[in-house]
């Protein structure tokens, strides 16, 4: 049975503005057309928390103190939303970092008596990443100096990775190498290893340790 009240093709009225429409184009009337109907400024996402009917929202914008702003906040917007994809790729390498040097660590244990201070490395820079991840957790990264801050510390690390995975290449080829023949005992001098410090107020930066095999 056909039902008046549910009808999508009945004639209604719009009850903010009084128009005559069909039932089924009420929906789109009241969403983007409607003058009497509420809407939020433009710019409520940076703050303005004004509704006006819809009618009205030219003559609000040509007040809003965030419309004569418009440029500036766009552009700091902009600035931010690259802040935020450089920090989100920054964590997909570190922890494909992760990955790797837990592989590594693996491969070692078939040579412990060699690499045991190599474990202990690896083990503190997977606390430093773990640190890491949490600062970068917390961190209020719409902050334009705090994110300067978390991009120098991302860049030191990536230094630091990328001197350490070569590191680890070299002493996994010469564990992997054939053992030369027996000679004379000779002082060597230590192998210099980066580590992360951390530094006052939240940066890294590698420090030279000595490691000897």
Do not use: W
């Not at 929202?57 to 939303?81: I, T």
């Not at 002493?171 to 023949?181: D, G, I, M, N, Y």
């Amino acid at each position: 049975m056909h039902r008046q009240d549910t009808c999508k093709a009945k004639m209604i009225s719009c009850d903010n503005c009084g128009k005559s429409m069909k039932r089924q184009e009420l929906p789109t009337h009241l969403e983007e057309t409607c003058p009497l109907v509420g809407v939020s400024c433009d710019h409520v996402r940076f703050g303005c928390a004004a509704v006006v009917p819809r009618k009205n929202l030219e003559d609000h914008l040509l007040e809003c103190p965030y419309e004569k702003m418009k440029e500036y906040l766009l552009a700091q917007e902009s600035r931010e939303n690259e802040q935020q994809a450089a920090l989100d790729e920054a964590r997909r390498q570190l922890q494909a970092s992760l990955v790797d040097i837990e592989l590594l660590k693996e491969d070692a244990k078939n040579r412990e008596a060699a690499t045991g201070l190599l474990a202990i490395e690896n083990e503190a820079m997977r606390r430093e990443m773990d640190a890491l991840h949490e600062q970068l957790r917390n961190q209020d990264v719409f902050r334009t100096g705090e994110m300067m801050r978390a991009r120098e510390d991302i860049d030191s690390l990536h230094t630091t990775l990328q001197a350490f995975q070569a590191q680890l290449l070299r002493l996994t080829s010469e564990l992997h190498s054939p053992s030369p023949p027996p000679s004379k005992p000779a002082t060597s001098k230590p192998t210099v290893v980066p580590v992360i410090q951390k530094k006052a107020g939240g940066l890294v930066e590698p420090m030279k340790q000595g490691n000897k095999l």
